[in-house]
Protein backbone atom coordinates (compact mmCIF):
# COMPACT_ATOMS: atom_id res chain seq x y z
CA UNK A 1 0.00 0.00 0.00
CA UNK A 2 1.05 3.36 -1.05
CA UNK A 3 1.38 5.97 1.43
CA UNK A 4 3.10 9.78 1.15
CA UNK A 5 3.32 11.56 4.24
CA UNK A 6 4.26 14.88 4.26
CA UNK A 7 5.31 17.79 6.96
CA UNK A 8 7.25 21.16 7.27
CA UNK A 9 4.21 23.08 7.22
CA UNK A 10 3.95 25.70 10.07
CA UNK A 11 2.85 29.47 9.65
CA UNK A 12 5.30 32.10 8.31
CA UNK A 13 5.75 35.75 8.06
CA UNK A 14 5.95 37.26 4.11
CA UNK A 15 9.40 36.90 2.69
CA UNK A 16 10.38 33.63 4.95
CA UNK A 17 10.86 30.52 3.66
CA UNK A 18 9.97 26.87 4.78
CA UNK A 19 11.26 23.31 3.39
CA UNK A 20 8.44 20.74 3.02
CA UNK A 21 9.54 16.97 2.92
CA UNK A 22 7.10 13.94 1.64
CA UNK A 23 7.97 10.38 2.50
CA UNK A 24 6.91 7.59 1.17
CA UNK A 25 6.33 3.87 1.93
CA UNK A 26 5.32 1.40 -0.48
CA UNK A 27 6.65 3.00 -3.42
CA UNK A 28 9.54 3.52 -4.90
CA UNK A 29 10.88 6.97 -6.29
CA UNK A 30 13.38 6.04 -8.31
CA UNK A 31 12.48 6.94 -12.04
CA UNK A 32 9.03 8.05 -11.23
CA UNK A 33 7.76 11.93 -10.99
CA UNK A 34 7.15 13.30 -7.95
CA UNK A 35 5.01 16.48 -7.76
CA UNK A 36 3.88 19.23 -4.64
CA UNK A 37 0.84 20.43 -5.28
CA UNK A 38 -1.61 23.12 -3.40
CA UNK A 39 -5.14 24.57 -2.91
CA UNK A 40 -6.49 27.28 -1.16
CA UNK A 41 -10.09 27.68 -0.39
CA UNK A 42 -11.98 28.68 -3.11
CA UNK A 43 -9.41 27.63 -5.99
CA UNK A 44 -8.44 24.78 -8.02
CA UNK A 45 -5.51 22.43 -6.71
CA UNK A 46 -2.45 23.89 -8.29
CA UNK A 47 0.78 22.03 -9.89
CA UNK A 48 3.48 23.75 -8.34
CA UNK A 49 6.85 22.13 -8.61
CA UNK A 50 7.53 18.28 -10.08
CA UNK A 51 10.61 15.56 -10.12
CA UNK A 52 11.89 12.79 -12.44
CA UNK A 53 13.30 11.18 -9.70
CA UNK A 54 15.71 9.71 -12.42
CA UNK A 55 17.31 12.25 -14.43
CA UNK A 56 16.40 14.82 -11.52
CA UNK A 57 14.62 17.32 -14.23
CA UNK A 58 12.54 19.77 -12.65
CA UNK A 59 9.53 21.58 -13.17
CA UNK A 60 7.86 24.58 -12.14
CA UNK A 61 5.08 27.14 -12.25
CA UNK A 62 5.40 30.71 -12.99
CA UNK A 63 4.08 31.24 -10.27
CA UNK A 64 7.20 29.98 -7.82
CA UNK A 65 9.77 30.22 -10.22
CA UNK A 66 13.18 31.22 -8.75
CA UNK A 67 11.74 31.02 -4.98
CA UNK A 68 10.72 27.22 -5.03
CA UNK A 69 13.31 24.53 -5.32
CA UNK A 70 11.90 20.87 -5.69
CA UNK A 71 14.84 18.10 -4.83
CA UNK A 72 14.78 14.29 -3.74
CA UNK A 73 16.88 12.14 -2.04
CA UNK A 74 16.72 8.59 -3.68
CA UNK A 75 17.98 6.84 -0.93
CA UNK A 76 15.58 8.30 1.37
CA UNK A 77 12.68 8.22 -0.60
CA UNK A 78 11.84 11.52 0.25
CA UNK A 79 11.32 14.68 -1.83
CA UNK A 80 11.26 18.42 -1.03
CA UNK A 81 10.20 21.49 -1.83
CA UNK A 82 12.42 24.31 -0.49
CA UNK A 83 10.19 27.42 -0.68
CA UNK A 84 11.68 30.87 -0.52
CA UNK A 85 10.63 34.67 0.02
CA UNK A 86 6.96 33.72 0.39
CA UNK A 87 4.12 35.33 -0.06
CA UNK A 88 0.55 35.93 0.97
CA UNK A 89 -0.46 33.96 -2.25
CA UNK A 90 1.19 30.91 -1.38
CA UNK A 91 -0.78 29.98 1.33
CA UNK A 92 -2.61 26.81 0.96
CA UNK A 93 -2.84 23.22 1.79
CA UNK A 94 0.06 21.54 -0.17
CA UNK A 95 -0.09 18.01 -1.15
CA UNK A 96 2.67 15.50 -2.50
CA UNK A 97 1.46 13.09 -5.18
CA UNK A 98 3.24 10.27 -6.82
CA UNK A 99 2.36 8.89 -10.11
CA UNK A 100 2.67 5.05 -10.78
CA UNK A 101 3.59 5.68 -14.98
CA UNK A 102 7.51 6.71 -15.62
CA UNK A 103 6.59 9.28 -18.26
CA UNK A 104 4.71 11.81 -17.87
CA UNK A 105 3.39 14.50 -20.73
CA UNK A 106 2.47 16.56 -18.24
CA UNK A 107 4.25 16.64 -15.20
CA UNK A 108 1.57 19.66 -13.05
CA UNK A 109 -1.35 18.68 -13.78
CA UNK A 110 -3.15 16.63 -11.26
CA UNK A 111 -4.89 13.92 -13.67
CA UNK A 112 -1.19 12.65 -13.92
CA UNK A 113 -0.35 11.12 -10.67
CA UNK A 114 -2.27 8.36 -9.14
CA UNK A 115 -1.11 8.63 -5.39
CA UNK A 116 -1.84 11.69 -2.75
CA UNK A 117 -0.77 12.40 0.94
CA UNK A 118 -3.19 14.06 3.43
CA UNK A 119 -1.36 17.30 3.21
CA UNK A 120 0.03 20.09 4.96
CA UNK A 121 -0.83 23.87 5.86
CA UNK A 122 1.19 26.47 5.15
CA UNK A 123 0.14 29.94 5.90
CA UNK A 124 2.16 33.24 4.80
CA UNK A 125 1.07 36.31 6.81
CA UNK A 126 1.52 39.77 4.88
Known amino acids: QVQLVESGGGSVQAGGSLRLSCVAS????????VAWFRQSPGKEREGVAA????????YSADSVKGRFTISRDNAKNTVYLQMNSLKSEDTGMYYCAAASAIGLPSPLRSISYNYWGQGTQVTVSS
Open 51 to 58: IQSGRGST
Open 26 to 33: GYTFWNKY
